[in-house]
């Protein structure tokens, strides 16, 4: 799994993508619902905010595998 620093850079390269504007911490916090004072907390303890991202990541249609493994999303096989 990637470490936080990481994973917070692709969730900035994903609201940059939208907005094509800089994006900060406070961009982040919003995009994650959280206010700014908290999004620095964890920030400050390297804490990912798992379910924050995943519900980001569903609300904009983007790979949990990627985000966190930094993968394509694998084949899933067909079930009968």
Do not use: C, Q
Not at 29 to 44: N, T
Not at 61 to 70: A, C, R
Request: zero cysteines; aromatic letters at 12%; proline letters at 4%.
């Amino acid at each position: 799994m990637l470490e936080f620093h990481t994973i917070m850079n692709r969730i900035k390269k994903i609201i940059y993508k939208e907005t094509n504007n800089r994006v900060y911490d406070k961009d982040i916090a919003e995009a994650l619902g959280f206010k700014p004072s908290h999004y620095a907390v964890i920030k400050k303890r390297h804490r990912i905010p798992y379910k924050a991202i995943a519900l980001f990541a569903n609300e904009k249609n983007i790979s949990l595998n990627w985000i966190f493994f930094d993968k394509e999303d694998a084949i899933i096989p067909t079930i009968k």
